[in-house]
Antibody
Framework: EEQLLESGGGLVQPGGSLRLSCAASGFTFHTYAMSWVRQVPGKGLEWVSGISGSGGSTYYADSVKGRFTISRDNSKNTLYLEVKSLRAEDTAVYYC??????????????WGQGTLVTVSS | VMTQTPATLSVSPGEGATLSCRTSDTVGSNLAWYQQKPGQAPRLLIYGASTRATGIPARFSGSGSGTEFTLTISSLQSEDFAVYYCLQYKNWPPMLTFGGGTKVEIK
């Protein structure tokens, strides 16, 4: 069974940083692109960032470009998201999700259960 | 831009429901539908505009191409009351785009 487990969320002050992790199991991790998607509590879904299976190509939403960095360690089957210069509007549940191919030009399935990032003083 | 209508749909159990997703640019058949219940991660229902994901009941069907897409639930069961999102994955790079969601609630 394919599984994704996020960690690393928490309460951080505006301007602060966090590193989110997503541990993958049940599939050949390096074969698949991965993405991060976030959801402000009570609101809709927003794609944040994606990375190819090899890690050689990365993509970002305009809202986080320059502040967030996606990466992966295929030897550890783990996806990361470094989030910096955090703002109140970055408060959200952050989900990692698996694409169906090595490039992220396709749908997500499955998703992890999410990790909550709260930006507040 | 992805527009889902209606924002909220009130339906009685056993009735059918039709949800719409419109894209500002043509995306071919590169569209997926997800179901999300409170406190849970989204669940894939449909990909390629009309292909049901593994384990999804036949009462869920997707149709459309280009800019107009529809998710139809033929006879709502209690477990189907949730929020539904469409996702386009053609206009890439630079990003994938979700619709704003349709909440299907009990009438």
């Amino acid at each position: 069974e394919e599984q994704l487990l996020e960690s690393g969320g928490g309460l951080v002050q505006p301007g602060g940083s966090l590193r989110l992790s997503c541990a993958a199991s049940g599939f050949t991790f390096h074969t698949y692109a991965m993405s991060w998607v976030r959801q402000v509590p009570g609101k809709g879904l927003e794609w944040v960032s994606g990375i190819s299976g090899s890690g050689g190509s990365t993509y970002y939403a305009d809202s986080v470009k320059g502040r967030f960095t996606i990466s992966r360690d295929n030897s550890k089957n783990t996806l990361y998201l470094e989030v910096k210069s955090l703002r109140a509007e970055d408060t959200a549940v952050y989900y990692c999700a698996k694409h169906q191919l090595a490039h992220p030009y396709n749908w997500f399935d499955p998703w992890g259960q999410g990790t909550l990032v709260t930006v507040s003083s | 831009v992805m527009t889902q209508t209606p924002a909220t749909l009130s339906v009685s159990p056993g009735e059918g429901a039709t949800l719409s997703c419109r894209t500002s640019d043509t995306v071919g058949s590169n569209l997926a539908w997800y179901q999300q219940k409170p406190g849970q991660a989204p669940r894939l229902l449909i990909y390629g505009a009309s292909t049901r994901a593994t384990g999804i009941p036949a009462r869920f069907s997707g149709s459309g191409s280009g800019t107009e897409f529809t998710l139809t639930i033929s006879s709502l069961q209690s477990e189907d009351f949730a929020v539904y999102y469409c996702l386009q994955y053609k206009n890439w790079p630079p990003m994938l785009t979700f619709g704003g969601g349709t909440k299907v609630e009990i009438k």
